[in-house]
């Protein structure tokens, strides 16, 4: 482990509820009200934390205490890459300033997408498999950038920092020989934690389906003020599903479950004008995940009437047992996986449904068919998901 470089662990603050989840919610709502930000800096950094706070939720439910800058970097990264392809013949800008101006962060990763090849499904993982070497640049250019700007000043009020989220253990005017000796692997001062407030991590958890679409509300009204455009198609460019082409996994996943939908189990129609869908099993409103043990084929009715629901108890158990209890189809995943070049990161999608899942509330009902729903069945849901971390 690099120095400096500290995992993601749970801590005993995060097993707390120091922090009301409304009363956070009230404070990033002031956050997201502030005009001191030029670039679209705040957003990312407040979606990176709920994202990662989601994706390292341990077997016994706790979130995450502390993250690092380097994991905040990079899920910055992922969050802004599909934001960097162009929109119709330029590329959207994110910065306030002059007419040309675009934020730094951005700029980096549209420099490095142009040097790596803008393939239309490029994908941010794909990226880093194929330039490993430019896309540690790349990271440590937006792990930089995120303790000079943003860090340091997302939570200031007025002239005076008032921690709402987290500590940091550098200020205003950071070192950047100090960040550069702790990136190359040197011991130094320089401390990359960020230290969430104790309740914080919970209440994320707790509020990603409500913060989630009022903070990429602002973000596309931010932009479509930036650039003058509709913030309505903006939205759907900026965070929309369709930013990435499913086709190619449609017929691996449709051998996968013997030409069946994953939700009916009724088999598919051999017509090419009743292709299958493929959904998002965690639906994308809630994370977006295009990973590919997050993908099942299912009739496009059934797709239709799951929309942005929860499945119930019953898909929740075939679908952890596809992805992770049975080996012959694990095995399968992965070559599907590698022989289409799709993204694949079982820790992060596993980890994500078991915070989504595991902290609704007791009354929840899931879709289970058609218009039925069914109450959540908790300690079915849970048992299927408290398992351990897939390999």
Known sequence: ?????????????????????????????????????????????????????????????VAPGMVTTRQLAEKVVQIYWPQ????????????GGGRDSQAEIVRAIERFRDAVGPGHDLSSEAARRDAPQRWERLVRTVEWKLIEMPLPRLQVVGNED????????WGKHPDQRQVTRYQCGERGPFDNRILLLPGVPEALVRLNNLLRPLIQQQWATKVA????????????????????????????????QEQRCFYCRERFAATN????????????????????????????????RKRAFLAAAPHVIQWTGRNWRDDDTKMRLATIARDIAWDAHPERTHGVARSI??????????????????????????????????A
Request: aromatic share 6%; proline share 7%; glycine share 4%.
């Open 1 to 61: 482990m690099r120095p400096g470089r500290h995992p993601l662990q749970p801590t005993d603050q995060c097993s707390t509820s120091a922090r009301d989840p409304i009363d956070l919610a009230e404070r990033v709502l002031e956050m997201l009200d502030q005009g001191r930000f030029t670039a679209t800096y705040k957003y990312a950094v407040l979606l990176a934390l709920i994202d990662l706070c989601l994706e390292n939720v341990t077997p016994g439910v």
């Open 84 to 95: 960097t392809r162009r929109h119709g013949e330029r590329a959207l800008r994110q910065s």
């Open 273 to 304: 004008d009743k292709r299958p869908d493929v959904d998002h099993f965690v639906p994308w409103a809630r994370y977006p995940d295009n990973g590919i043990h997050n993908l099942v084929a299912a009739h496009a009715r059934c797709n239709e």
């Open 162 to 169: 008032v921690p709402v989220l987290y500590r940091i253990n």
């Open 357 to 390: 899942y595991l902290h609704l509330p007791e009354d929840t009902r899931l879709w289970l068919s058609g218009s039925e729903f069914e109450p959540i069945r908790m300690d079915v849901v849970a048992e299927a998901l408290r398992m351990d971390a897939p």
């Open 225 to 256: 003020e930036l650039n003058r455009l509709d913030q309505h198609e903006l939205g759907e460019f900026l965070f929309g599903v369709s930013r990435t082409s499913l086709e190619r996994v449609r017929a691996p996943l449709c051998e996968l």
